[in-house]
């Protein structure tokens, strides 16, 4: 049964909302950045084929099962952008003040608002690993022009919940993680750890 597993990422926001997740359940996460590992190259144009390379990549490097996401806020007015690209939208370095400058620029006149955030989740028990689990999770809103809200990170502050009306910069962290897309993809995540480690008791 996997305890201890890598976070195959560098963002301080995604390692929060993780270790509130996951360690109630008496998952130990380490952030790969512990461990003295690098990010791995994203160059992928889907969001799925990013997350498996950023968990092989981890998990090769610590030997231990490795936990990844991709995800990114996909707007319908942009055709889908800024999706993979979402934490480099406005160039390199990364820098989420540039990219929601550069998100509120291409949608000046623009009244269709409407966008979601996409995650998807992947767990390799070891870096060869040939059936991963796999989860998703989908967050609808709106993009606003005027940033609302101290927390979050991202777009978080021009993204605006479809639901409660707030962004998520403005929800408190709990009701975000019922909402979000990422919350979403570790629900399912662990209903799929629940249902395996069933099984591997069953045996």
């Not at 989908?138 to 005027?146: M, R």
């Not at 403005?170 to 629900?187: D, F, I, V, Y």
Request: glycine share 10%.
């Amino acid at each position: 049964m996997i305890k201890r597993l890598v976070l195959a990422s560098g963002n301080a926001g995604k390692l929060r909302e993780f270790r509130r997740l996951l360690e109630p359940l008496g998952f130990d996460v380490v952030p790969q950045a512990e461990l003295g590992i690098g990010e791995a190259d994203e160059p992928h144009m889907t969001f799925i084929e990013n997350a498996l390379a950023k968990a092989r990549h981890a998990s090769a490097q610590s030997g231990l099962p490795a936990l990844a996401d991709d995800s990114g806020i996909c707007v319908d007015a942009l055709g889908g952008a800024p999706g993979v690209q979402s934490a480099r939208y406005a160039g390199e370095p990364k820098s989420d003040a540039r990219n929601n400058a550069a998100l509120v620029t291409a949608l000046r006149g623009v009244r269709d608002r409407r966008a979601h955030y996409y995650c998807v989740l992947v767990l390799l028990r070891h870096p060869h690993d040939a059936q991963p689990i796999l989860a998703e999770g989908v967050w609808h809103g709106t993009v606003i022009d005027v940033p609302r809200g101290s927390g979050g990170f991202g777009y978080d502050a021009h993204f605006e919940d479809r639901e409660t009306r707030m962004t998520g910069a403005e929800l408190p962290l709990a009701r975000k993680n019922e909402l979000s897309h990422r919350g979403r993809a570790m629900r399912a995540l662990i209903a799929r750890l629940d249902d395996e480690q069933r099984h591997e008791c069953a045996r």
